[in-house]
């Protein structure tokens, strides 16, 4: 792992693997790099890997402001800085799909294929709700909205799997900086967050995975992001809002053979 500066921040990266194309692995909300952690040596078997922490998380540049606009031109940035010009598929969960579509979007040229489960592409929270949940990271830290955003995003079923990879990604989660974790929080719960637009745009072939116990954003509102999107494939499985972390094979088992799919000239 190493640090390189684009768009005026620096930004931790990995990048590695033997394939001939390129994945960029997207985290959600309060990830890193190590998101991707369990999922990475399958995705290394067929692609190059690059995985980053987005500014404000893990060991990237800390902010306060957080947009749609700087994140997606974080992430063109740091691929123009890495010299890597073609086309890469985009893969994310949560966030981290968002983020895929609105760089999707805004730069199709830039990307090939993109698997996006559970993508959070507008605002669908309780404006008094996000504002007290904004409040209490604010007055108390990460910790103090732990049990509800858990609860929600990664619930007991989800736990009971491996309870070992969720105690460690809980620990992980509580150590953001909650000014970060505040300020991702403003953008996507303001009623003005939609991502109708860079969704009617995109070109690229995209898997959208709807994720049956994830009680933030419910099959029924991601089947809702596929509609919008020209010729998408939609998709549920069986896991939580987290979805590359909390079942990382089966994320792999439905992404590796979507994203590898072009080779043969297939959608």
């Not at 997606?72 to 086309?87: H, M, Q, Y």
């Amino acid at each position: 792992m190493d640090w390189i500066e684009a768009n005026g921040a620096s930004l931790r990266y990995d990048l590695g693997g033997g394939g001939r194309e390129t994945v960029v692995a997207i985290h959600e909300v309060g990830g890193c790099i190590e998101s991707w952690d369990d999922a990475l040596a399958a995705l290394q078997r067929q692609f190059r890997v690059l995985r980053y922490d987005q500014r404000g998380f893990g060991m990237s540049e800390k902010t306060r402001v957080i947009t749609m606009d700087g994140i997606v031109a974080d992430l063109v940035a740091l691929l123009d800085a890495l010299r890597i010009t073609g086309p890469v598929h985009l893969i994310g969960c949560a966030m981290g799909a968002a983020i895929a579509l609105a760089c999707a979007g805004r730069h199709p040229a830039r990307v090939g294929r993109i698997v996006a489960a559970s993508p959070a592409t507008w605002a669908n929270a309780n404006p008094a709700a996000a504002r007290k949940r904004i409040d209490e990271i604010e007055r108390g830290g990460v910790r103090a909205v732990e049990p509800g955003s858990l609860a929600a995003s990664y619930p007991e079923v989800m736990r009971a799997l491996d309870r070992s990879r969720f105690d460690r990604f809980r620990r992980r989660w509580l150590a953001n900086d909650p000014e970060a974790m505040a300020a991702i929080l403003r953008m996507s719960t303001n009623p003005a967050f939609d991502l109708s637009a860079d969704l009617a745009r995109i070109t690229a072939p995209t898997l959208v995975i709807g994720c049956t116990h994830d009680g933030i954003r419910t099959p029924a509102m991601v089947t809702k992001v596929g509609s919008q999107i020209p010729g998408a494939k939609y998709i549920e499985a069986s896991s939580g809002h987290f979805m590359a972390v909390e079942t990382p094979e089966l994320f792999v088992e439905l992404a590796a053979p979507f994203l590898t799919a072009g080779a043969t000239g297939a959608r």
